[in-house]
């Protein structure tokens, strides 16, 4: 169902919209799901038995000027058996606002286990990222109707911050773990009214590959959690992914469900408190791996009962991995190729 023309309902939603906005540095969305964790784990940089090139578009609501986009190019892989290093750059726009920025990581990779025997290893991975962030105010009538806050320019701001993870693989299973934006810093595109300086996230990530050597199939369940530390917000992801192994490739699909821990709240028209629902979408997806190539298409449904659109968010992602073959243990993990 669209949005009834209730002004608190909208502004609710807009609202919602500047704050997702304002989040610093590369969103999360699911995209890690179409082969690329290493978007928002940076101990998974080099953990692949193959160097990897990943490119992602994403927009939301075709039907809606100026909607929400991100746009990502990362590599990474193994420089030897231990160090594994990777890039990203980025541009996520929302309205009069973008950022664009750029992530350097460096992994250590701890194996526990010698050559040829199961999957046992520990990994550290940090991420060193610029962003500036713009606030197009050009267009906006500051003359017949003044407000201190506008300045009619162009704002901008540039700022460094730090992420720091931590992963463990050991055989079928993975556990991930990240802080995001360790540093503290202020912005001056915002007010104070409506800014923090504390921009930390917390991500856990962990599932298990069932597979059968007699059996083409695989299937990976997996959970995602994410905790925003100055407005306590959390929401969890639930995933289903399954894989088809041929000869000439992979094929892939699955299913992923969100959902807010926290609702948020408004006043309706007669001044009283409401709860609005919990955010929650459905995301399916499929993708296919040929020879060194990955191409894969995200579709994700908004599940709400009150929103801005039905048209929902798009997703691609290109792929190419390079490199030599680094296979060193025994696991049948699709998520490692």
């Known amino acids: 169902m669209t949005i ?11 609202f919602t919209m500047v704050l997702a906005a304002q989040e610093r540095g590369l969103p999360v969305y699911k995209d890690y799901l179409t082969d690329n964790y290493y978007l928002i ?23 809606v000027d100026d909607a929400p986009s991100l746009y990502t190019a990362s590599v990474n ?15 996520d726009s929302n309205g009069r606002f973008s ?20 999957t046992n290893i520990l990994s550290f991975g940090m991420n060193v990222g610029i962003s500036q962030e713009k606030l197009d105010e050009t ?14 320019v162009e704002q901008t701001d540039a700022y460094f911050n730090l992420d720091f993870g931590i992963s463990y693989f050991y055989r079928e299973f993975f556990l ?67 894989y088809y192994m041929t000869p000439f490739g992979n094929f892939w699909g699955g299913l992923s469900y969100r959902r807010s821990i926290d609702a948020a709240e408004f006043n309706n028209a007669s001044g009283d408190v409401e709860t609005a629902d919990n955010y929650q979408n ?26 801005l659109t039905n048209s929902g968010f798009h ?10 073959n680094l296979r060193r243990y025994k696991c049948n993990c699709p998520y490692l190729k």
């Open 77 to 91: 892989g193994r420089l030897n058996d231990n160090v594994g290093v990777g890039g990203i750059l980025y541009k």
């Open 176 to 242: 991930h773990a990240t802080v995001k934006n360790i540093m503290p810093q202020e912005r001056k595109i915002f007010t104070d009214v409506f800014e923090t300086d504390n921009q930390r996230q917390y991500l856990a990530s962990f599932g298990y590959v069932f597979n059968n050597d007699l059996s083409k199939w695989s299937f990976e369940p997996s959970l995602m959690y994410q905790h925003k530390d100055e407005s306590s917000e959390s929401n969890i992801d639930v995933n289903f992914k399954a």
């Open 282 to 307: 459905l995301s399916p997806f499929v993708g296919v791996s040929y020879d060194r190539f990955m191409f894969a298409y995200m579709y994700t449904y908004q599940a709400n009962s009150v929103v």
């Open 139 to 152: 267009d906006l009538d500051n003359i017949d109707n003044p407000d201190p806050i506008i300045t009619g």
């Open 315 to 324: 997703q691609i992602t290109l792929g190419f991995n390079f490199g030599e």
């Open 99 to 118: 950022q664009q920025g750029a992530l350097a990581t460096f992994a250590y990779h701890i194996p526990f286990s010698n050559v040829n025997e199961d």
């Open 41 to 63: 784990h940076p101990s998974t940089a080099g953990a692949s038995v193959h160097n990897k090139i990943r490119l992602t578009g994403r927009q939301q609501w075709f039907d």
């Open 4 to 14: 009834q023309k209730t002004p608190f309902v909208l502004i609710a939603i807009l």
